[in-house]
């Protein structure tokens, strides 16, 4: 019965260890932040170093993933095309967005 309780134990403590790797590598949801005065050179991860853009190949667009939040801080944007699900969050006021249809 010893033998049994510890290969049980071993099986749950592998199954744990593998559990948790994979919670490890899952992406966390990420709180990325614009500027009119940021730099897309920047990590983008805090308002003290936020991106300058939302869309473009070095904005924040590019940097988040489904479920991620932009945070705008104030300036002028270009327009941006957003195909994820991804909230935009206007920090220090409000945000205008014009809709062509």
């Not at 290969?7 to 744990?16: D, H, M, Q």
Request: hydrophobic share 50%.
């Amino acid at each position: 019965m010893g033998l049994i309780m510890r290969k049980i134990t071993t099986a749950f403590g592998v199954l744990g260890t593998i559990a948790v790797l994979f919670l490890a590598m899952a992406p966390a949801q990420a709180q990325l932040w614009t500027s009119g005065t940021g730099s897309d050179a920047n990590d983008c991860f805090t308002a003290a170093t936020p991106c300058r853009n939302i869309g473009g190949a070095t904005g924040a667009l590019a940097r988040s993933f489904d479920g991620g939040t932009i945070h705008v801080l104030p300036g002028a944007y270009s327009a941006v095309v957003i195909d994820s699900t991804i909230q935009i969050i206007a920090d220090e006021g409000w945000l205008r967005f014009l809709l062509t249809v």
